[in-house]
């Protein structure tokens, strides 16, 4: 559909707020992706409502993008409207914080240790959004934003508002059933401690600092690339991808402007001018060094927004 057409479509009152055309290289971490259709703030309910029901109403695709951390935008872009959450309210009532789902989740626990909350402290330094860490199941160190929701409020596809616990999201290791079903979460109430702050700063630091050798801070990143694998027993934790495509000289890898971060065999980094199908064949050689060498199949653990052609262009 003509931009202008979109932009048409949209209510009047509501039309001030929406950017065309808005590169997805600019809202994605990776730095990777062409031009979004339609850009859409949610500052609250009743606009992820009336743009739900725009989307709805013309027949358009549409979908949720937070802090833009773990998205591959397509190269060719996305057609339909991005639904950015913004809202960022927090408040806290004894042991319990309420956000929007729109604040940055490093942002968040930050504002909790101020506030004498702990329980957060082990995501020190995941990037994106509360709504992006709540839909993708975000965690390490053992640990899951799952295990602290005590309470969301979501838009429904049918246009309701509803407060659901952490039972209706399907809670799993880096996914729920939230993009399935189409919900769009605007504020979760979490459920923490009042421990050692003292501890709970100290294991904040370590884990940046973690963070900080193992991960890219200069350069344009997804996070990590696939999913780390089952443990090998119950009660074990989980293999390491990193691992097994460290073995394979996954660290030597390019295609383009995408690479391999030396610090971490598990993370794509755009070098500069990287595009979506230099990344995807890059992943696919990962892929396809770990199957060779050890009849393993790593998933991917980033979402893929948009399309791009068939085929395998240079």
């Known amino acids: 559909m003509p931009t202008q057409r979109l932009i048409d479509l949209v209510p009047a009152e509501l039309r001030a707020l929406v950017r065309a055309d808005v590169p997805l290289c600019e809202l994605t971490t990776l730095r990777v992706g062409g031009p979004a259709a339609l850009l859409c703030p949610v500052r609250n309910a009743d606009d992820a409502r009336r743009f739900q029901e725009l989307a709805h109403h013309h027949g358009l ?9 773990n998205i591959l935008a397509a190269d060719a872009g996305y057609g339909g409207l991005i639904l950015r959450v913004a809202t960022t309210d927090f408040r806290v009532a004894g042991d319990r914080v309420t956000a929007g789902c729109g604040l940055d989740f490093d942002d968040l626990i930050t504002r909790t240790l101020a506030a004498g909350l702990t329980g957060l402290e082990f ?45 209706a999201f399907g809670f799993r290791y880096r996914g729920t059933d939230l993009r399935a079903t189409g ?25 940046l600092a973690d963070r900080l050798a193992k991960h890219p ?24 991808a990193g691992a097994l495509l460290e073995q394979v000289g996954a660290k030597e890898m390019r295609e383009g402007g995408a690479a391999v971060f030396p610090g971490h065999a598990n993370i794509i980094v755009n070098t500069g001018g990287a595009t979506a199908v230099q990344i995807t064949r890059l992943a696919r050689r990962m892929q396809e060094a770990v199957r060779t060498r050890f009849a393993v199949e790593l998933v991917e653990e980033v979402r893929r927004l948009g399309d791009d052609p068939p085929g395998d262009p240079t």
């Open 61 to 69: 695709d549409h979908t949720v993008l937070g802090g833009g951390s």
């Open 123 to 167: 995501a020190s330094g995941i990037p994106g959004s509360l709504g992006g860490a709540l839909v993708g199941n975000a965690g390490c160190y053992g640990h899951e934003i799952g295990e602290l929701l005590e309470e969301a409020l979501v838009l429904t596809p049918a246009g309701n508002l509803e407060r659901l616990g952490p039972e």
């Open 183 to 207: 919900h769009l979460v605007l504020e979760a109430r979490l459920r923490l401690g009042r421990s050692d702050l003292h501890a709970a700063g100290k294991m904040r630091d370590l884990h």
């Open 217 to 240: 801070v200069d350069q344009p990143s997804a996070g990590s690339w696939f999913r780390n694998l089952p443990p090998p027993a119950p009660g074990e934790r989980r293999r390491a």
